[in-house]
C-alpha cells in the first residue's frame, strides 16, 4: 500500500509558539491530502481538506487563522498550529490520496502526531 | 442525519475464537465503505474498501462484507497481534472526494 509519513511524531511546545508539521507521500503523488484531530478515545475529526496548489477547505468550527495549511507541492502538506494552547493538545493525523484507478477514495494515513502543549 | 455506528465498542476473544465486528450505516447514495485498522498512538492502516451490497474483500484472517445497510468484519481464528481498534468510515454525502465519516471504532482485545 501507499506510504505516508509525518514529522515530528511528538512535540511538546509552550503556550504562543507556533508549531509545523509535515505530511508526506513516499512513493506516489498525491493532489489531495487531509488532516485530522484525534482525542483520546475518540474517533477521527476532519479538520481540513488540503488540495495541491489551491487554499484548503475547512471543516465547520476549524478556525483557519489558527490552523494553516500548505500543500505547496504534490508530496508535502503542512499544518502550522499558531498561537498554541493547551486546548490544541491532541493527536494530529495526516491521509493522503493515491488517486489510483480503483481506489480513488482511499485514503492511506500517517502515523500521526503527538502535540502536547505547555 | 448522516450517521455511522459500531458495534460493539469493545470485544475481548480469546486466540482462535472467531466473530464479527458490525458497521451500520445511514447515509443515502453510498460511494464506499472503509475499513481501518489503528493500533495505540499510530495512525490508520488501511484495510479494506467495499463499494456495492455483496460484495467481500479478505485479507488473511480477516473478511468484510457489505450489504444495503452495514458492514461486517469476520476475524476467524484471532492472534494476540490481531488486538487494535477497528474503525469503519463513509464518504459523507455531498462532499468532496475523499471526504468521510468515522465510526468511533470497535476496540478487539485478543487474549492467548
Known amino acids: 500500500g501507499a506510504v505516508v509519513s509525518q514529522h515530528p511524531s511528538r512535540v511538546i511546545c509552550k503556550s504562543g509558539t507556533s508549531v509545523k508539521i509535515e505530511c508526506r507521500s513516499l512513493d506516489f503523488q498525491a493532489t489531495t491530502m487531509f488532516w485530522y484531530r484525534q482525542f483520546p478515545k475518540k474517533s477521527l475529526m476532519l479538520m481540513a481538506t488540503s488540495n495541491e496548489g489551491s487554499k484548503a477547505t475547512y471543516e465547520q468550527g476549524v478556525e483557519k487563522d489558527k490552523f494553516l495549511i500548505n500543500h505547496a507541492s504534490l508530496t508535502l502538506s503542512t499544518l502550522t498550529v499558531t498561537s498554541a494552547h493547551p486546548e490544541d493538545s491532541s493527536f494530529y493525523i495526516c491521509?493522503?490520496?493515491?488517486?489510483?484507478?480503483?481506489?480513488?477514495?482511499?485514503?492511506?494515513f500517517g502515523p500521526g502526531t503527538r502535540l502536547t502543549v505547555l | 442525519e448522516d450517521q455511522v455506528t459500531q458495534s460493539p465498542e469493545a470485544l475481548r476473544l480469546q486466540e482462535g475464537e472467531s466473530s464479527s465486528l458490525n458497521c451500520s450505516y445511514t447515509?443515502?447514495?453510498?460511494?464506499?465503505l472503509f475499513w481501518y485498522r489503528q493500533d495505540p498512538g499510530k495512525g490508520p492502516e488501511f484495510l479494506f474498501t467495499?463499494?456495492?451490497a455483496g460484495e467481500e474483500k479478505e485479507k488473511e484472517r480477516l473478511k468484510a462484507t457489505l450489504t444495503k445497510k452495514e458492514s461486517f468484519l469476520h476475524i476467524t481464528a484471532p492472534k494476540p497481534e490481531d488486538s487494535a481498534t477497528y474503525l469503519c468510515?463513509?464518504?459523507?454525502?455531498?462532499?468532496?472526494?475523499?471526504?468521510?465519516?468515522f465510526g468511533k471504532g470497535t476496540k478487539l482485545s485478543v487474549k492467548p
Open positions: 491521509s493522503a490520496l493515491t488517486g489510483l484507478a480503483g481506489e480513488a477514495d482511499t485514503q492511506y
Open positions: 447515509v443515502s447514495g453510498l460511494r464506499g
Open positions: 467495499l463499494y456495492s
Open positions: 468510515a463513509v464518504n459523507r454525502p455531498g462532499g468532496s472526494q475523499g471526504n468521510l465519516i
